[in-house]
């Protein structure tokens, strides 16, 4: 059974920005949310308490950036883009202000609905100069999600996975890099944040049916390292398949089908994720079987791509992690 | 090198370059210098706080956005001198204001007359709506209302790193229909940021025509201080108005200073033009003549030799 880690956000932020006067902890109205209560208790003189305005505190942001300052913006990920996007454009991501973007809930992580659940920022992200994006698929890469992001010359866009987190992986991330879990010679997995959990369950599965599965992770999605994910897609057979908690269009099957395009690579790629839909509330685990981003959904689009059934059943795949959704590492129910 | 001409002086220097420049690009923001010129000459003349120049005299073409590609990439801020921490910021918060904003630089002695010419042309960084690299810009405002956010994080960050300058921002009378200006000062007094000041050009003109036919907003005044600023009021001609209204005590709060000008000052012939001020285009030769024969008139220079 994987490891569950408790607010990894909450200890890994006060370790790495307190005494650092450069550093600024921002919030608006959603501090225990996103798990820096206990650094505005501790810290008072580097929080920012910034009210449900987020238009204003983009603007403030890019004028902190001005200053010389690297300000960690926290909220939910869809309040920092939607409402407030000509800010992030004009005032931080023009410039290239340093400005760290903390999104929380990303996807489907949230019972919270459409108006909570930022399916779209990837795609969002990826069409702004400038901008880096990151996402966090474990609690080590939550863990060092912010000496990640600070390393970034400009601003930086995060996908930060909050409450109870497992740990999948034992190194921090390296921006830039992309991580190997697994090595097979059929079918190429490209999976990001918390869907790559959902493709190690299936795994074992796979391999049982007689497949070699090559699985990378992505936690940098801009920039990214085409060439390296070339070098993958030439060492499978089949095709791609991609699995993401986000819209397919303009997250990382995009990316994976442009890289594919570019290059004139004429395999086969399945991309699953939101099928051009919005969400709506719900648990984590339920979400991701009816909008068909779970084990299950991955050995679909396998099998899709094979032109085969292996007859895998929930019952093949590892022990699925079911998360109360009212429990005590979470500020509220969303 | 502040001080060797009176405000007032400068303030006709200003509209006289306007004038000139709307008049031989047959169009440009001239009901804007016709308002704001007051405020520009006396912060540039007397009230901010800067130090020399450090960019040419004459404006260096377009040297790219800000990019990881472009290491040589600056702003236009450094017609305002250096950023050191004794000295004074300026964010011209309406970008259209360029033009006026262009002209007050060169009657200072921070640009030189030839940068009026690179205006709007192709390749120029000397742009009609000012970009951050534009001459006097240092942020992006094109976007009304973000300007009085960025300088207050601004401000907020000189604060912590106890600088003593301070962060003006000018700003027109339509950004109070954005929501973004009311966040900005309850966030400005909610922190106590009161090294950041504001004068704002109340012309209570906006790009569809006054004001009270596009949106009503009321006593800008009375909610500026509802939200907690402290705010004068004061005719924005009046140049020893605005020294008194600077001295007004803001401590714990941004100061806020509203200029009511007119958007004819000057140049009565503009009212002809009500309610379309935004951008003075002329319709016809006719027009474009009368109007140079009656405002040169008005300014005390003789009408531009348009023709050549």
């Known amino acids: ?334 | 090198m502040q001080n060797e001409r009176t405000t007032e002086d400068v303030a006709l220097g200003i509209r006289r370059r306007v004038f000139e420049h709307t008049i031989r690009n047959n169009g440009g923001y001239l009901s804007q210098a016709c308002s704001a010129a007051e405020q520009l000459a006396w912060l540039y003349n007397e009230e901010l706080k800067l130090g020399a120049p450090t960019l040419p005299m004459i404006p260096k073409p377009f040297g790219g956005v800000p990019s990881p590609s472009n290491p040589d990439y600056h702003t236009g801020a450094g017609y305002n001198g250096p950023a050191a921490p004794e000295f004074d910021r300026l964010f011209i918060a309406p970008a259209h204001y360029a033009l006026v904003a262009y002209a007050t630089l060169i009657e200072v002695g921070r640009m030189a007359p030839e940068g009026l010419e690179m205006f709007n042309k192709d390749g120029s960084s000397v742009e009609m709506i000012g970009a951050e690299h534009s001459p006097g810009m240092e942020v992006h405002n094109g976007t009304l209302g973000i300007g009085l956010s960025t300088g207050a994080g601004l401000a907020y960050g000189r604060k912590l790193r106890g600088e003593p300058g301070r962060t003006w921002v000018f700003m027109s009378d339509g950004e109070v229909q954005e929501g973004q200006t009311w966040e900005a000062v309850q966030a400005a007094r909610f922190h106590g940021i009161d090294n950041l000041c504001a004068i704002m050009d109340v012309n209570d003109q906006q790009c569809d025509g006054a004001m009270d036919s596009v949106m009503e907003v009321g006593d800008i005044r009375r909610k500026f201080i509802e939200f907690g600023a402290a705010c004068v009021e004061i005719d924005g001609h009046d140049v020893g108005a605005m020294r008194d209204a600077v001295n007004e005590p803001h401590e714990g709060k941004p100061l806020i200073i509203l200029a009511r000008t007119s958007p004819y000052q000057t140049m009565p012939i503009l009212e002809e033009r009500f309610p379309r001020l935004h951008y003075v285009r002329f319709k016809s030769e006719d027009e474009r003549a009368r109007f140079n024969t009656s405002i040169a008139a008005d300014l005390g220079v003789d009408p531009v030799d348009y023709a050549h």
């Open chain 1, 1 to 334: 059974m994987v490891e569950m880690v408790s607010r990894p956000y909450a200890s890994a932020f006060e370790k790495f920005a307190a005494g650092k006067p450069d550093i600024l902890c921002l919030s608006a109205d959603l501090t225990s949310s996103c798990e820096i209560d206990g650094f505005r208790d501790r810290h008072p003189d580097q929080f920012l308490s910034l009210g449900m305005a987020e238009q204003n505190m983009l603007s403030f942001a890019g004028g902190l950036g001005l200053a010389g300052f690297r300000p960690f913006i926290h909220t939910f990920g869809v309040f920092m883009y939607r409402r407030p996007y000509d800010q992030l454009m004009a005032s931080i991501a023009y410039p290239r202000r340093k400005v760290r973007l903390m999104g929380f809930l990303p996807g489907v992580t949230t019972p919270g609905g459409m108006t909570h659940q930022s399916i779209e920022d990837i795609s969002v992200m990826r069409s702004i100069p400038n901008m880096t994006i990151l996402e966090t698929g474990d609690a080590t890469e939550v863990e060092s999600i912010c000496e990640a992001a600070d390393s970034i010359d400009g601003p930086v866009w995060c996908r930060v996975l909050r409450g109870s987190v497992p740990r999948l992986f034992d190194t921090p991330i390296k921006v830039g890099e992309m991580r190997v879990l697994s090595e097979g010679s059929d079918i190429l997995v490209v999976s990001s944040g918390i869907s790559t959990e959902e493709a190690m369950r299936a795994r074992s599965a796979l391999t049982n049916a007689g497949l070699s599965i090559r699985h990378i992770h992505l936690h940098t999605i801009k920039p990214f390292d085409h060439k390296q994910l070339l070098d993958h897609i030439s060492s499978v057979k089949h095709g791609v398949v991609t699995l993401e908690n986000h819209v397919t269009e303009g997250g990382v099957g995009s990316l994976v089908a442009e890289t594919m395009a570019d290059a004139g690579v004429g395999k086969r790629l399945v991309r699953l994720g939101l099928k051009d839909t919005y969400a709506h509330g719900g648990s984590r685990a339920y979400l991701m079987r009816y909008y068909g981003l779970d084990a299950l959904a991955l050995v679909g689009g396998i099998e899709d791509l094979m032109g085969q059934n292996f007859g895998i059943t929930e019952d093949d795949l590892a022990e699925a992690r079911v998360d109360d959704v009212h429990s005590l590492v979470k500020a509220e129910a969303l």
